[in-house]
Protein backbone atom coordinates (compact mmCIF):
# COMPACT_ATOMS: atom_id res chain seq x y z
CA UNK A 1 0.00 0.00 0.00
CA UNK A 2 0.98 3.40 -0.75
CA UNK A 3 2.25 6.22 1.60
CA UNK A 4 -0.06 9.20 1.46
CA UNK A 5 -0.26 12.83 2.62
CA UNK A 6 -2.18 13.50 5.64
CA UNK A 7 -5.81 13.42 5.23
CA UNK A 8 -6.29 17.08 5.09
CA UNK A 9 -3.58 17.85 2.50
CA UNK A 10 -6.29 15.52 0.34
CA UNK A 11 -8.68 17.19 -2.33
CA UNK A 12 -12.10 15.60 -1.94
CA UNK A 13 -11.67 14.35 -5.18
CA UNK A 14 -8.34 12.47 -4.06
CA UNK A 15 -10.50 11.01 -1.11
CA UNK A 16 -13.23 9.69 -3.20
CA UNK A 17 -10.55 8.13 -5.23
CA UNK A 18 -8.70 6.29 -2.56
CA UNK A 19 -11.93 5.31 -0.83
CA UNK A 20 -13.43 3.84 -4.22
CA UNK A 21 -9.73 1.93 -5.03
CA UNK A 22 -10.58 0.65 -1.24
CA UNK A 23 -13.85 -0.73 -1.78
CA UNK A 24 -12.24 -2.62 -4.98
CA UNK A 25 -9.86 -4.41 -3.33
CA UNK A 26 -12.31 -5.13 -0.68
CA UNK A 27 -14.26 -6.70 -3.33
CA UNK A 28 -11.47 -8.56 -4.77
CA UNK A 29 -10.28 -9.93 -1.58
CA UNK A 30 -13.56 -11.25 -0.87
CA UNK A 31 -14.28 -13.17 -3.66
CA UNK A 32 -10.39 -14.35 -3.43
CA UNK A 33 -11.92 -15.56 -0.25
CA UNK A 34 -15.26 -17.36 -1.39
CA UNK A 35 -13.15 -18.73 -4.63
CA UNK A 36 -15.57 -16.70 -6.75
CA UNK A 37 -14.80 -14.98 -10.52
CA UNK A 38 -15.08 -11.55 -11.11
CA UNK A 39 -16.60 -10.38 -14.22
CA UNK A 40 -15.17 -7.84 -16.38
CA UNK A 41 -15.14 -6.55 -19.99
CA UNK A 42 -12.41 -7.50 -21.54
CA UNK A 43 -11.63 -6.19 -25.63
CA UNK A 44 -15.47 -5.69 -25.48
CA UNK A 45 -16.65 -8.74 -23.90
CA UNK A 46 -17.72 -9.74 -20.32
CA UNK A 47 -15.04 -12.36 -18.94
CA UNK A 48 -14.95 -14.18 -15.37
CA UNK A 49 -11.67 -13.56 -13.82
CA UNK A 50 -10.05 -15.53 -10.71
CA UNK A 51 -9.02 -13.22 -7.96
CA UNK A 52 -6.31 -14.34 -7.86
CA UNK A 53 -5.29 -12.93 -11.70
CA UNK A 54 -6.71 -9.80 -10.62
CA UNK A 55 -3.96 -9.60 -7.62
CA UNK A 56 -1.41 -10.37 -10.08
CA UNK A 57 -2.14 -8.07 -12.53
CA UNK A 58 -2.26 -5.51 -9.92
CA UNK A 59 0.81 -6.31 -8.73
CA UNK A 60 2.34 -6.13 -11.97
CA UNK A 61 1.29 -2.64 -12.24
CA UNK A 62 2.26 -1.56 -8.55
CA UNK A 63 5.94 -3.20 -9.22
CA UNK A 64 6.69 -2.22 -13.39
Known amino acids: ?3 LPK ?3 LSL ?3 G ?3 FQRAVD ?3 LEHQRLNL ?3 IKRN ?3 EAVSAEE ?3 EKQGKNNP
Do not use: F, M, T, Y
Request: proline share 4%; aromatic share 4%.
Open 37 to 39: PLW
Open 44 to 46: GKL
Open 1 to 3: SAI
Open 26 to 28: KVI
Open 7 to 9: DSE
Open 54 to 56: ILK
Open 17 to 19: LIS
Open 13 to 15: HEK
